[in-house]
């Protein structure tokens, strides 16, 4: 259990209380929230903001992600304010999509991902470049390009309803919410569903020892 004196009991519940209040449509309670800020700092001890390398850490550890061009995208989808650095309440709102989010919320956050150049259309090139990173090369291919080539053609066949070989969000949208398979189709950048049930477990266990709180949500 994670035991906290009074005084960082009354600094975690105004800071969780802040948090609840600036975000309305947050996928975790109060006592959560309180607990997500204690795990946080279990990655900063100073307990201010996550550094780039501090939130790979965090993926690696706990979502087993080692691709490095996704969990770069990853962190600056958390890092709303693009200072390169992860505050307390980007964590929990992040954690917030990452975790438990809608498919609307879901889709909105993948695209980010995938949009490497912040134009708002996801091109061949990126395609090509996610695809190259994230799967494993056999021995046996003389020219696994060439693969990928052909994975990102058959991507824009399903996934370019207006033709323009690149995918809008409108594409993207409309093709996972017709096949939601989709949704991480160039690569792993939510939880799988064996590492979010194992953090969900933690996030239960530290918030157990909130239950004073849980009586004001």
């Known amino acids: 259990m ?25 996928h975790f309670n ?12 279990g990655f900063n001890n100073k307990g201010e903001k996550l550094d780039r390398n501090q939130f790979r850490d965090f993926l690696q550890v706990w979502f087993s992600m080692t691709e490095d061009l996704l969990m770069d995208r990853v962190f600056r989808a958390f890092d709303t304010d693009s200072d390169s650095y992860i505050n307390t309440k980007e964590w929990v709102e992040g954690l ?14 993948t695209f980010k ?26 021995p046996t291919e003389e020219d696994p390009d060439e693969g990928v080539k052909d994975l990102v053609e ?16 409108a ?7 017709a096949e939601e398979l989709l949704l991480e189709a160039f690569g792993p950048c939510l939880p799988d569903e064996k590492s979010l049930e194992v953090y969900e477990a933690k996030l239960a266990d530290v918030a157990m020892d909130f ?3 849980s009586s004001k949500n």
């Open 113 to 138: 991902v995938y949009d490497l150049n912040g134009d708002s259309y996801i091109s061949r090139e990126e395609m090509f470049q996610m695809l190259k990173n994230s799967l494993v090369k056999q």
């Open 30 to 41: 109060r006592r959560e929230v309180q607990a997500l800020l204690v795990l946080f700092k």
């Open 2 to 26: 994670y035991i906290m004196n009074g005084l960082n009991r009354k600094n975690l519940q105004k800071d969780a209380d802040d948090i609840c209040k600036g975000a309305p449509t947050l």
């Open 154 to 169: 058959t991507a824009l066949k399903k996934m370019d309803f207006d033709h323009d070989s690149r995918l809008s969000f």
């Open 171 to 177: 594409d993207f949208k409309q093709a996972v919410v």
């Open 211 to 213: 239950t004073d709180f």
């Open 96 to 109: 917030s999509v990452f975790m438990r989010g809608t498919l609307d919320e879901k889709i909105d956050y």
